[in-house]
């Protein structure tokens, strides 16, 4: 009976480490998910047009067609479009004071639980 219980406790240990692992990776994708979320609300901002936002996307979505091995395919995919987003040229006209204020503002995105 106390080899079973050391068993379970071991089966425990491990299921708390798995989980504590998937509330890591969910975290990242939380944070990458929130600027992205930021970046394409400083893009609506600067009224992007629509054609070009879709460009991003459609951008995004080919270069994360095959998802490399090891890497979360969502996390790739989130990460490729806020590089995108971050190299759009609407972005990068934009002044720096601009930049600096908006992102001093509370965050409009957060969601209370």
């Known amino acids: 009976e106390l080899q079973q219980k050391m068993e379970e406790t071991e089966l425990l240990k491990m299921e708390l480490q798995m989980l504590e692992t998937e509330r890591v990776r969910l975290s990242l994708v939380e944070e990458k998910l929130m600027d ?46 806020y590089q995108e987003l971050t190299a759009c040229e609407l972005l990068q006209s934009q002044p720096l004071e601009k930049a600096q204020s908006r992102q001093s503002l509370s965050n409009p995105l957060v969601i209370s639980c």
Request: aromatic fraction near 2%.
């Open 36 to 81: 992205v979320l930021q970046l394409l609300q400083q893009l609506r901002d600067l009224n992007i047009s629509k054609r070009a936002l879709g460009k991003i996307l459609l951008s995004t979505l080919e270069s994360c067609h095959d998802p490399q091995p090891g890497k979360a395919h969502l996390f790739e995919v989130l990460d490729t479009l």
